[in-house]
C-alpha cells in the first residue's frame, strides 16, 4: 500500500532533486481528450492539443519513492501542452505551457482523521502555515500566495479541497499551481489533479486552464 507521502513523493521528489481516450463524431477534429479510468471511477478531460505522457516515466525511481500503476490499485497520468512533452515540465524552474498530473493512490491509516483536509492541502508542497513553518527557509521554493482555497463537498461522502497557489522555483518567473485533492467517504483513497505553469501563462489561458481542473471529476460509490 502506498502513503500518502508517496503520493506527494512522485511529484516532490522530483521537483526537489532538480487512459481510455474518446473519439469525437463526424469529420471535425475533436476539441478535447476525455480520460477515464473506470476502476476508481475518476474521470477529466484536457484540449486535444495536449499530448500524454508515457506512464513509464511515472515508475518507480530507483528510491521506490514514484507511484507505480501496475503494482497495486493506483493510477497515475498526465498530459503536457508543450509542444514536445516531459515530465520535467511539472517540476522545472519555469514550465511556460501548461501540464496536469492526475493521480489516484490508496492512503495509510495515518492519514485518516480530522487532520485529513490540511494533509490534502500539502499533499505535494507546503501550502499551510504550519507546513511552511516545518519546512523552513528554501532556496528553492520563495514568494509563497495562497490565491484561493475552497473546501469540496461533492456527491458520495468525498471530501477535498481546492486551492491556487504561487511559487518562485530555484529563483525562477513566478509559477501557478492548481491543485484538487479528494479522499472518499472511507479515506482509503486520495485523488488528487495538480496542474502547473508560469503565473504568466495561468493569467493568459486561464478560461482553457479551468476548462481542464472543472472536468476533473470522482464517482466514488457511497
Known sequence: MLSMVRIAAAV????????????????????????????????????????EIDEKAFKPASTGASPNPESDSGWVVAYDASKVPSPAHLVARDTPDPIVYVSVQPSPTAAQGPASLDNLR???????????????????????????????TPESGLSGVHQVFQYRVGGGPLQTFDQTAYTNKDKSKVYLMLLRCSSECYRARQAELASVTTSFTVRESS
Open 12 to 51: 516532490a521528489a522530483m521537483i526537489l532533486g532538480g487512459a481510455v481516450l474518446g473519439a469525437g463524431s463526424g469529420c471535425a477534429a475533436p476539441k478535447h481528450t476525455y480520460v477515464a479510468n473506470s476502476d476508481n471511477r475518476t474521470y477529466f478531460k484536457v484540449p486535444a492539443s495536449w499530448h
Open 122 to 152: 500539502d499533499l505535494v508542497l507546503p501550502v499551510t502555515a504550519a507546513a511552511r513553518s516545518a519546512a523552513g527557509s528554501s532556496t528553492t521554493f520563495s514568494d509563497f500566495k495562497l490565491v484561493s482555497d475552497s473546501v469540496l
